[in-house]
C-alpha cells in the first residue's frame, strides 16, 4: 500500500508561487494515477489536477489551468503541484491522492490520501 505525504504549503502573496510536493513510500508511483485536490473553508473537496498512470497524461480544472502545472519524478517517487499566479481564491488545504488504475477527476475514483497540505494567499 502506498503511503502519501504532502510538504511545500505556506503563506503567499497575490500573485505569487509555491511547489507543493506529494512523496510517497511502500510502492511505486509508476503505476499510480496521481492527483491533487483542494479544500476551501466551509467547501467540499474539489479536482484540481492530474497525472495519468499511462504517459504521464495530465488534465486540470479550468480554475487552474494555464497556472498549475502537476508533475512526477518516478524515480523520486515524488508528484509535484507548481502553482503560479496564486489568487486569494486558490486558499485551501491540497491533498496528494492516488488511484491504482485509470484517470478520473473525481474524488470517489482514489481510495489513497496524504494528509494535506494549508496553501494561504493573502490579498
Known amino acids: 500500500q502506498v503511503q502519501l505525504v504532502e510538504s511545500g504549503g505556506g503563506l503567499v502573496q497575490t500573485g505569487g508561487s509555491l511547489r507543493l510536493s506529494c512523496a510517497a513510500s511502500?510502492?511505486?508511483?509508476?503505476?499510480?494515477?496521481m492527483a491533487w485536490f483542494r479544500q476551501a473553508p466551509g467547501k467540499e473537496r474539489e479536482f484540481v489536477a492530474y497525472?495519468?498512470?499511462?504517459?504521464?497524461?495530465?488534465y486540470y480544472a479550468d480554475a487552474v489551468k494555464g497556472r498549475f502545472t502537476i508533475s512526477r519524478d518516478n524515480a523520486k517517487n515524488t508528484v509535484y503541484l507548481q502553482m503560479n499566479s496564486l489568487k486569494p481564491e486558490d486558499t485551501a488545504v491540497y491533498y496528494c491522492?492516488?488511484?491504482?488504475?485509470?484517470?478520473?477527476?473525481?474524488?470517489?475514483?482514489?481510495?489513497?490520501w496524504g494528509q494535506g497540505t494549508q496553501v494561504t494567499v493573502s490579498s
Open positions: 511502500g510502492r511505486t508511483l509508476s503505476s499510480y494515477t
Open positions: 497525472s495519468s498512470w499511462i504517459g504521464g497524461r495530465t
Open positions: 491522492a492516488a488511484k491504482g488504475s485509470g484517470s478520473s477527476p473525481y474524488e470517489s475514483a482514489y481510495d489513497i
